[in-house]
Structures are given as structure tokens and as C-alpha cells.
């Protein structure tokens, strides 16, 4: 068997990368979301919020109850829960919500990946985290000051762990992967903004009139075909865009 655990699954590339690993009798998948507790194909899902850190080490003891005893090929943690307010001018900003943005897209997959590490230690022979990064983490965006902090944050983090696997050895893989733009709800949140909020906004309703968004589902099937594959692994920070080409 194999396990997953993925963030972020009640809409988005989420869903659908939840649904693809569903399919499948092979996997044991653990959904954190902040969607009620409820058995799903092939798992369970957990609900927590995953702006808080206390609620992000409760869950996780919830989650180490659960897989204690088993034995797994591999275990598989996608942080993939992300979120792109507030988009405006940095003066502008709400200050909850700028700290919240840096928490759900930074602070909290830091955490998991600590609490996944610690509890999937010795029970899987092989252990991967797929850190669902971006592009704007890589090239500044005007009004996205949070949003590009943080995956810029999640891209280094990832470099740094996997030094220390590097190091000691470990069977353990990691990638922060920007996956290209998908046609979500975020990218309704990135359209509703004003152009004085978001300079860029004409280019990104472009890109949705011109069709050039990919389908979510399409876009999880790519990253569960590369990560059965094996194909994630090498460069910590990398495109899909470019793995696909
Ligand atoms: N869409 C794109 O073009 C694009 C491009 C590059 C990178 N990405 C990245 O891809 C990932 C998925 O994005 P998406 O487009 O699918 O976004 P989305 O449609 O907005 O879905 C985001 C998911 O994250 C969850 N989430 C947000 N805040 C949360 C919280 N406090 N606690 C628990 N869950 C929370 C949402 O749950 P709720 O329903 O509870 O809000 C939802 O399930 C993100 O990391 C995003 O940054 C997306």
C-alpha cells in the first residue's frame, strides 16, 4: 500500500489530485481540509484549518494514531493547500490576512512536513513531498508581495530538506513544484481583483479567453504519473511545465 496525505483537496488541483489517488485500491489517502470529517475513496478525510498551528499538530497527532502499526511501500505528502489574498499594494493590505497567507502557504507546510517526517519515519521504505509551489515564487508579481514571499519560502525550505536528506542518506524526496497555471477558483480570486490591486489582471483574463488554463484534472494526472514514475526527484525546485516538455 501506499500512502498520501494531501492538503487542500476541497476544490482546485486538490480535488483533483485527491480524486486521481482515490482511484486507485493501491492507496491509503489522508485529505486535510477544512471540510468536515468523512470517509472518501481510499481514506479519510480530516478537517483542519490550516491557518493555525495548533490545529495543524492536532490533526497530525490524529494522523500518526491512525497509520501506527501499518507498514507502507511509500508514503507521499502533498502540501498543496495555498492561497493568493491579499492582492493589492502591500500598504493596502489587510494585516490578518497578509499573516494568514504566510502561514497557510509557508509556515503550515513547514510544519507537516516535520510532523510527516517524524510520523512516517521507519514505516515506509520510500518517502516523497511534493511542495505545490509557484511560479510567482520564482519572478516577482506586482500586488502579490505575500503570495510571492511565501512560495519563494517554500521553494528554499525545500532546498534546504533536501540537503539534509542528501546528507544523511535517507530515502526521502522532495520537490517544490510550480505547476503552471491551472483553471481554478484561485484564478477566479487573481480575475476579480481591480487593475489598481493587480497590474498583471489583463494578461490572466487573456489567458482564461484564450483557453490557455489547464483543467485541474489534467494537471493532477500529470504530477501522480511523474511522481509514480519516479520523475520528481533530482532538482528540489522545478516546473512541471518543464518536465512535461
Ligand atoms: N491555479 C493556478 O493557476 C496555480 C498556479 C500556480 C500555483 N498554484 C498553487 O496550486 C495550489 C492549489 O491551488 P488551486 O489553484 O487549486 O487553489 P484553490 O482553487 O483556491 O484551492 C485552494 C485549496 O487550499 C485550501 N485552503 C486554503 N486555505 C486553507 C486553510 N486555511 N486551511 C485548509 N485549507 C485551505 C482551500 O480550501 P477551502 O475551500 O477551505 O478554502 C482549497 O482546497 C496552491 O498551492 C496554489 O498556490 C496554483
Known sequence: MNLYIVTGTTKGLGKALAEGIGASSENELI????A??????AGT????DLASAQA??????RIEQRIRGKRFAKAVLINNA?????VGPIERADAAELERNLFVNLVAPMLIMRRFLRATEGI?????????????????????????????????ASRAVALDFEAS???????????????????????????????????????????TLRPAAEVAADILRLEAAGKLKGEPVADLRQLLS
Open 169 to 211: 542518506h535517507k530515502p526521502v524526496e522532495i520537490v517544490s513544484l510550480a505547476p503552471g497555471v491551472i483553471d481554478t477558483p484561485m484564478q477566479g480570486v487573481v480575475r476579480s481583483a481591480t487593475a489598481a490591486d493587480f497590474p498583471d489582471i489583463e494578461r490572466f483574463k487573456q489567458m482564461k479567453a484564450d483557453g
Open 45 to 48: 478525510q480530516l478537517e483542519v
Open 56 to 61: 495543524v499538530e492536532e490533526v497530525f497527532d
Open 82 to 86: 495555498g492561497v493568493v489574498s491579499p
Open 36 to 41: 468536515p470529517e468523512q470517509p472518501i475513496p
Open 124 to 156: 515506509a521504505l520510500l518517502r516523497r513531498i511534493i511542495n505545490i509551489s509557484s511560479g510567482a515564487g520564482r519572478k516577482p508579481i506586482a500586488g502579490w508581495a505575500a503570495y510571492c514571499a511565501a512560495k519563494a519560502g517554500l521553494d528554499m
Open 31 to 34: 485529505a486535510l481540509s477544512r
